[in-house]
């Protein structure tokens, strides 16, 4: 409707009567009461390299028996007729060696098993043309999309194929005889008669959403680096400070290192509130002596409400001593038993560093 259509395959340029129709617009029928496309299939069959080809003509002239093919090891010659009969493979009955159901890869089949609705055409109909019987404009070059889906169509059912010789579907198809129990479809197949052919069973390979694909040596790199990564960081530290605290050089460096750790500063901040005292100064974790507990947020928060102060504790923390039963220290004490013996025997900073 609206538009004629100048498609060659698709021509519609006859104006129709609006007076006896219900739509404004205009309509045009077909201009030829049958128009037809023909088409020529053509095959040609190659190795990697083109040192072998197969003449570009129909399936059915391509030479595909052992005696053609003498100029191909056994898995070319066995990848060749496997090829060359999914191709022909288009016909229910009888099937060939191998394929357990047809593809219809030949255009002819596509149009008796498929028919009209292989059409891309349809897509243009109103309610799939069931009861109005209207169509959108189709463009002038429609034909060309018609025939590129046909093409389209071959090539999805030639790579169907690989995956049925490989794992043939399994179904039960009866039996007329009450004496075979067996009525699965495979025991109608031929089993490949080559061990080429045998390989190539075994070498199918097919996306499944059902598995998922991963390289092992990848996998393997990204779990052994960061073992390894954890491992230097685990072991380079203590590997540092042991040597640091052996040779008396770096003692500010692995001060700073030490002090800038997050439990570290925490028990700084503790020891301001007057918390202590702390062993471990030295370490990674540092702890109280005799073990307890504090909570630097409520101390902040009871002295800022009045509840406590320097004088009077924090808050009820302890009720004899006003420090909850710690020790008082000075704040900055930030000695460590390593850096102890030099740093108080006076030892310049430059021999410290090791300058």
């Not at 062993?279 to 928060?301: A, Q, Y």
């Not at 006003?322 to 038993?337: I, N």
């Amino acid at each position: 409707m609206g538009l004629p259509i100048q498609d060659p395959w698709f021509t519609a340029t006859n104006l129709t009567d609006k007076s006896n129709s219900s739509y404004s617009d205009d309509s045009y029928t077909a201009t030829h009461p049958r128009s037809f496309l023909g088409c020529r299939q053509r095959y040609q069959l190659c190795t990697a390299d083109r040192s072998f080809c197969s003449p570009y003509t129909g399936v059915y002239g391509i030479p595909h028996s052992d005696a053609n093919l003498t100029s191909l090891n056994p898995t070319q010659k066995a990848v060749f007729q496997l090829m060359w009969k999914m191709i022909w493979c288009t016909s229910p009955s009888p099937f060939p060696h191998h394929i357990s159901h047809p593809p219809v890869t030949q255009l002819n089949f596509q149009l008796i098993f498929i028919g009209r609705e292989n059409l891309i055409a349809n897509d243009y109909l109103w309610d799939a043309g069931t009861q109005f019987g209207l169509s959108a404009a189709l463009p002038s070059s429609h034909w060309q999309t018609e025939v590129s889906n046909l093409f389209n169509v071959s090539l999805a059912a030639l790579q169907r194929a690989p995956p049925a010789f490989a794992q043939p579907p399994e179904f039960d198809v009866g039996s007329s005889s009450p004496a075979r129990d067996n009525n699965s479809i495979l025991r109608f197949i031929k089993q490949p008669d080559t061990p080429a052919m045998t390989a190539l069973c075994d070498a199918v390979k097919m996306r499944s959403k059902a598995h998922t694909s991963f390289s092992v040596l990848g996998l393997g790199l990204l779990v052994g680096l960061g073992l390894l990564i954890m491992l230097l960081n685990t072991i380079l530290p203590k590997a540092a400070a042991r040597w640091q605290m052996r040779s008396g050089k770096g003692g500010y460096k692995r001060l700073e290192w030490v002090e800038s750790n997050a439990f570290q500063l925490q028990r700084m901040a503790a020891e301001g509130r007057g918390v202590g005292p702390w062993r471990g100064k030295e370490r990674d974790v540092p702890t109280l002596v005799g073990g307890g507990r504090f909570n630097l947020t409520g101390m902040s928060l009871r002295q800022k409400d009045g509840a406590g102060g320097d004088e009077g504790g924090y808050g009820g923390l302890g009720a004899e001593t006003g420090y909850g039963g710690y020790q008082a220290v000075e704040g900055g004490d930030v000695e460590m038993r390593a850096l102890r013996g030099p740093l108080e025997r006076g030892e310049s900073k430059k021999k410290l560093l090791g300058e």
